[in-house]
């Protein structure tokens, strides 16, 4: 388990900011010892949770090119058939996994392939379960193309607390089935747009693990 890149600088001057507050009040405050374990206490808590929200597990990449893997860790909130308006312009099958703050938030290429479209979107800050967060929010549209021609359209959408989207990859970018493209700060949710044929292998409500967890079986 490492520290996500995304993460150290915000980790480093948390880290700083909280030992200084915390010397700042047991030095002018000596006598204060319940405000001052309290304040410790609270800043090793805090200190935790959001270093465990920017690990980043070392993960053995899957090659099995006829299914199709989670982009991230989660729980599936939606399985439905729906018109993909942007970029396919057809009708697909759309798996939706939700992440919450407790999540590792590191987005993964579901299929391997080059990116042949990809797009930002700024936009609202809706709840990542809304049934609009996926038009209306702030997001990115990525478009995956395999080899054998097969396309499958990925979506980082931006929760009410996720204020930053960050994504490695440009249209021409080659990606691992399972490889790293993006992370999502704080609570979000992913899209995943399928060929209608395909036949999906999760249900709803079920806990996924991003490149781990298969998703769909290609025909």
Do not use: C
Not at 81 to 91: P, R
Not at 202 to 218: H, N, S, Y
């Amino acid at each position: 388990m490492t520290i996500h890149r995304e993460g150290r600088v915000l980790l480093f001057w948390m880290l700083i900011i909280l030992v200084a507050g915390n010397y700042l009040i047991i030095y002018f405050m000596p006598d204060a010892r319940v405000l001052s374990n309290v304040a410790v206490l609270g800043s090793i808590v805090l200190y935790l949770i959001i270093l465990q929200f920017f690990r980043s597990p070392i993960i053995q990449l899957p090659s099995d090119e006829s299914l199709v893997y989670a982009p991230v860790d989660g729980k599936v909130v939606v399985i439905e058939e729906a018109f993909e308006g942007e970029y396919l312009k057809e009708n697909r099958r759309q798996v939706s996994i939700f992440m919450s703050p407790i999540n590792v938030h590191i987005t993964r290429s579901p299929i391997k392939g080059i990116v042949e479209f990809f797009q930002y979107h700024p936009g609202k800050y809706l709840v990542a379960w809304h049934p609009k967060s996926s038009t209306e929010n702030e997001r990115t549209t990525m478009v995956v193309t395999h080899q054998n021609g097969t396309k499958l359209l990925v979506r980082q959408v931006a929760g009410a607390l996720a204020r930053r989207i960050k994504w490695y990859v440009k249209p021409g970018s080659e990606l691992e089935q399972g490889g790293e493209f993006g992370f999502i700060k704080f609570g979000s949710r992913v899209d995943v747009y399928l060929p209608l044929d395909a036949e999906i292998i999760v249900g709803l409500e079920e806990k996924t693990k991003g490149g781990r967890t298969p998703i769909a079986r290609l025909k």
